[in-house]
C-alpha cells in the first residue's frame, strides 16, 4: 500500500476489498466462529446437534453455506422459554464482557433478547457511514440516540475524532437540536425518524425558524425505523438535507446507502451476508429478491449464526460507483407480511405509491387485513384526511377499489377509516393485521 489514504473512505483496505478477500476473510472468521459458539452458546449447541452437524463437519465457508442450520426468532424465543434462559441460549460470555441485554423491537410478535456487549460492532460500521457523508477528525455530528446507546461513551470514538453531541430522540429535543446545529455546526445527522421529522416540521411552523439556516452545516441525515414516504422525503428535502436511509441488519449491524442512493451497503468484513430462496435454502441470484440471512463475524458476546431475518431484499454484489465492493441490498419488505392474492404477491410497500396517488389518502396509511398468507381478494384498511374529501366517503372507496384493482390485477376489497383513527395508537402502525 502507498502511504496516502484514499480520503473518500473511513477506512479503504477494507471498503474496497475485492470480492476474494472479503471471502477469505469471511472464511477465517467462520473457521474460528463456529467452534467458539458451538462450545459455549447453549441455544447453537442444541440446533447443531438437531440438525446432526458439528464444527468438524465446517472446513470452508463452502460448508458452512452447505451444512449450518438455520435459527430465526422462534428459535430463540422457544429456547428462552423452555429453558429460562433471558439471553435465549445465546449468550457466550459473562460479566464482564457481557453488558446487559438488549430487545428487537417485537414488530413481529414478542421481543427477542439480543445480549450485548459493552462495545458493538454497530459502531464500527457507523465510523463508516459518517466518514461517507463527510465527518472528519475533529468535526461533530449530533447523535440523536435512537436504539444505540452503546455509543455513548466518548472514548469510542478517539480512534476517528468525531465528536458526538448527543441528545434523545425526542420531539421534546427539537429546539435543542436546532440549537447545537447552530451553535457547533455539525457535519451529519443521525439519525431522524418519522415522529422526529413531524416535531421539526412543527417546531417550524410554530416558530418561523429558517430550517435551511440552521441545518446548513450538515452533509447528510440518516433516517431509519421504516420506509420513508415521498411526502416525508421531500419534507426532509426542502430542508436543504440530503437523507441517507438506513436499516438494521438483521439485528447484528446496520446496512446504510451511499451517495449513490441504489441500495444500503452492509458490511461483509462484520457479517456474512446471505440472500436465499425465500422457501428453501438455495441461494438466490444477484439482483433478485431473496430472503436475508445473516452471521455474525465480529461478535464474541452473542453471535447469531445464520439468522433467517424474516426480510425480503434485492441484493447485489456488484462494485458499487462510489468504489465500495460490499454488497448493496434494498427491501422489499417481510416475508410474514407477504400476501398472495391469485398467485401474486402483495407487500406493504407496493401499497405505498398506490395509495399516494389519492389526495386524501397521500399519507400512505393503510393495513392489510391477512388471515392466511394466501387469499381470494386484497382486503385493506385505509386511512383518509377528511379535510382533503373531494366529494363522499363511497365515491372515494370506488375510486381506490378501481385503481388498486386496475394496478394490481386482483380484487380489492376497501373499509375507509379517519387517518386518526389509524395514528391514535402511536406513530408507527401495524401493517399487517388479523381480521
Ligand atoms: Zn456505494
Same mark, same amino acid.
Given at each position: 500500500?502507498?502511504?496516502?489514504?484514499?480520503?473518500?473512505?473511513?477506512?479503504?483496505?477494507?471498503?474496497?476489498?475485492?470480492?476474494?478477500?472479503? !471471502?477469505?476473510?469471511?472464511?477465517?472468521?467462520?473457521?474460528?466462529?463456529?467452534?467458539?459458539?458451538?462450545?459455549?452458546?447453549?441455544?447453537?449447541?442444541?440446533?447443531?446437534?438437531?440438525?446432526?452437524?458439528?464444527?468438524?463437519?465446517?472446513?470452508?465457508?463452502?460448508?458452512?453455506?452447505?451444512?449450518?442450520?438455520?435459527?430465526?426468532?422462534?428459535?430463540? =424465543?422457544?429456547?428462552?422459554? =423452555?429453558?429460562?434462559?433471558?439471553?435465549?441460549?445465546?449468550?457466550?460470555?459473562?460479566?464482564?464482557?457481557?453488558?446487559?441485554?438488549?430487545?428487537?423491537?417485537?414488530?413481529?410478535?414478542?421481543?427477542?433478547?439480543?445480549? =450485548?456487549?459493552?462495545?458493538?460492532?454497530?459502531?464500527?460500521?457507523?465510523?463508516? &457511514?459518517?466518514?461517507?457523508?463527510?465527518?472528519?477528525?475533529?468535526? @461533530?455530528?449530533? @447523535?440523536?440516540?435512537?436504539?444505540?446507546?452503546?455509543?455513548?461513551?466518548?472514548?469510542?470514538?478517539?480512534?476517528?475524532?468525531?465528536?458526538?453531541? #448527543?441528545?434523545?430522540?425526542?420531539?421534546? !429535543?427539537?429546539?435543542?437540536?436546532?440549537?447545537?446545529?447552530?451553535?457547533?455546526?455539525?457535519?451529519?445527522?443521525?439519525?431522524?425518524?418519522?415522529?422526529?421529522?413531524?416535531?421539526?416540521?412543527?417546531?417550524?411552523?410554530?416558530?418561523?425558524?429558517?430550517?435551511?439556516?440552521?441545518?446548513?452545516?450538515?452533509?447528510?441525515?440518516?433516517?431509519?425505523?421504516?420506509?420513508?414516504?415521498?411526502?416525508?422525503?421531500?419534507?426532509?428535502?426542502?430542508?436543504?438535507?440530503? /437523507?441517507? !436511509?438506513?436499516?438494521?441488519?438483521?439485528?447484528?449491524?446496520?446496512?446504510?446507502?451511499?451517495?449513490?442512493?441504489?441500495?444500503?451497503?452492509?458490511?461483509?468484513?462484520?457479517?456474512?451476508? &446471505?440472500?436465499?430462496?425465500?422457501?428453501?435454502?438455495?441461494?438466490?441470484?444477484?439482483?433478485?429478491?431473496?430472503?436475508?440471512?445473516?452471521?455474525?463475524?465480529?461478535?464474541?458476546?452473542?453471535?447469531? /449464526?445464520?439468522?433467517?431475518?424474516?426480510?425480503?431484499?434485492?441484493?447485489?454484489?456488484?462494485?458499487?460507483?462510489?468504489? =465500495?465492493?460490499?454488497?448493496?441490498?434494498?427491501?422489499?419488505?417481510?416475508?410474514?407480511?407477504?400476501? /398472495?392474492?391469485?398467485?401474486?404477491?402483495?407487500?406493504?410497500?407496493?401499497?405505498?405509491?398506490?395509495?399516494?396517488?389519492?389526495? !386524501?389518502?397521500?399519507?400512505?396509511?393503510?393495513?392489510?387485513?391477512?388471515?392466511?398468507?394466501?387469499? &381470494?381478494?386484497?382486503?385493506?384498511?385505509?386511512?383518509?384526511?377528511?379535510?382533503?374529501?373531494? #366529494?363522499?366517503?363511497?365515491?372515494?372507496?370506488?375510486?381506490?377499489?378501481?385503481?388498486?384493482?386496475?394496478?394490481?390485477?386482483?380484487?380489492?376489497?376497501?373499509?375507509?377509516?379517519?387517518?386518526?383513527?389509524?395514528?391514535?395508537?402511536?406513530?408507527? /402502525?401495524?401493517?399487517?393485521?388479523?381480521?
Amino acid at each position: 500500500m502507498s502511504g496516502l489514504k484514499d480520503d473518500r473512505y473511513f477506512d479503504a483496505d477494507v471498503e474496497t476489498m475485492s470480492r476474494e478477500q472479503i !471471502e477469505q476473510l469471511q472464511e477465517a472468521r467462520i473457521l474460528q466462529l463456529v467452534p467458539y459458539a458451538y462450545q459455549r452458546s447453549p441455544l447453537v449447541r442444541a440446533v447443531w446437534e438437531e440438525a446432526g452437524v458439528t464444527p468438524a463437519d465446517i472446513r470452508s465457508l463452502a460448508d458452512f453455506k452447505a451444512k449450518a442450520p438455520f435459527i430465526d426468532k422462534d428459535t430463540i =424465543r422457544q429456547f428462552r422459554d =423452555r429453558h429460562g434462559d433471558p439471553f435465549g441460549g445465546l449468550a457466550c460470555a459473562t460479566a464482564p464482557h457481557l453488558r446487559g441485554v438488549g430487545f428487537t423491537s417485537g414488530t413481529t410478535g414478542d421481543p427477542t433478547p439480543l445480549p =450485548r456487549a459493552e462495545e458493538h460492532i454497530t459502531l464500527t460500521a457507523l465510523k463508516r &457511514e459518517l466518514w461517507h457523508i463527510g465527518v472528519r477528525s475533529g468535526d @461533530y455530528f449530533s @447523535y440523536a440516540l435512537f436504539t444505540f446507546r452503546e455509543g455513548l461513551n466518548s472514548d469510542k470514538w478517539l480512534d476517528s475524532g468525531f465528536r458526538p453531541v #448527543t441528545l434523545q430522540h425526542l420531539p421534546s !429535543e427539537v429546539p435543542h437540536l436546532i440549537e447545537i446545529s447552530r451553535r457547533l455546526r455539525p457535519k451529519a445527522l443521525f439519525m431522524i425518524s418519522t415522529p422526529l421529522i413531524m416535531a421539526i416540521d412543527q417546531y417550524q411552523k410554530n416558530t418561523g425558524t429558517d430550517l435551511r439556516e440552521a441545518f446548513s452545516s450538515y452533509r447528510g441525515a440518516v433516517f431509519g425505523g421504516e420506509p420513508m414516504s415521498p411526502a416525508l422525503r421531500s419534507l426532509v428535502q426542502s430542508w436543504g438535507l440530503e /437523507i441517507f !436511509e438506513l436499516t438494521s441488519l438483521g439485528d447484528i449491524s446496520t446496512a446504510m446507502e451511499c451517495r449513490a442512493h441504489d441500495g444500503m451497503h452492509a458490511w461483509e468484513d462484520l457479517a456474512l451476508v &446471505e440472500h436465499l430462496d425465500p422457501d428453501g435454502d438455495q441461494e438466490a441470484a444477484d439482483g433478485t429478491r431473496g430472503e436475508l440471512v445473516v452471521t455474525a463475524l465480529a461478535d464474541d458476546v452473542a453471535p447469531l /449464526i445464520r439468522f433467517r431475518t424474516d426480510d425480503l431484499v434485492s441484493l447485489t454484489r456488484e462494485t458499487c460507483s462510489c468504489g =465500495r465492493t460490499h454488497c448493496r441490498m434494498k427491501l422489499l419488505g417481510r416475508k410474514s407480511d407477504e400476501l /398472495i392474492v391469485h398467485g401474486r404477491s402483495v407487500m406493504p410497500l407496493d401499497l405505498f405509491p398506490l395509495l399516494q396517488q389519492f389526495p !386524501e389518502t397521500q399519507a400512505g396509511l393503510f393495513q392489510i387485513v391477512k388471515a392466511q398468507r394466501e387469499a &381470494e381478494q386484497l382486503r385493506l384498511r385505509v386511512g383518509y384526511d377528511a379535510s382533503a374529501l373531494a #366529494t363522499s366517503e363511497a365515491e372515494l372507496s370506488e375510486r381506490i377499489v378501481g385503481g388498486l384493482a386496475a394496478a394490481l390485477d386482483i380484487p380489492v376489497r376497501v373499509e375507509l377509516l379517519r387517518s386518526e383513527e389509524l395514528t391514535k395508537s402511536g406513530h408507527k /402502525i401495524p401493517r399487517v393485521i388479523k381480521p
